[in-house]
Nanobody, 115 residues
Framework: QVQLVEAGGGLVQSRGSLRLSCDIS????????MGWYRQVPGKQREMVAT???????NYADSVKGRFTISRDNAKNTVFLQMNSLKPEDTAVYYC?????????WGQGTQVTVSS
């Protein structure tokens, strides 16, 4: 059974940075896409960034140039480096094994950006 554990969320000031990590166990991690999604209360979950097994990346327009997704297949870990954070980036961020809405979701980590 796949298990995901996210870490790295917290409170940061506008224009600050955070790095999220997601440790995956119980799977053939390197063979699957991974993704980061986020959700604001009262709104639908949205894709932030995805990375394929081969390392190809895709980003939401709202985070392009500010966020970077990466993976370490040796450590079964996926990262989301978030720079130049804005208050509108405030959300619960989820790591997703499989990279899409039908994948396996982590428990989420709160990111709060103060203005």
């Amino acid at each position: 059974q796949v298990q995901l554990v996210e870490a790295g969320g917290g409170l940061v000031q506008s224009r600050g940075s955070l790095r999220l990590s997601c440790d995956i166990s119980g799977s053939s991690f390197s063979r699957y896409s991974m993704g980061w999604y986020r959700q604001v209360p009262g709104k639908q979950r949205e894709m932030v960034a995805t990375i394929s097994s081969g390392g190809s990346t895709n980003y939401a327009d709202s985070v392009k140039g500010r966020f970077t997704i990466s993976r370490d297949n040796a450590k079964n870990t996926v990262f989301l480096q978030m720079n130049s954070l804005k208050p509108e980036d405030t959300a619960v961020y989820y790591c997703v094994y499989g990279g899409d809405f039908d994948g396996v979701w982590g428990q989420g980590t709160q990111v709060t950006v103060s203005s």
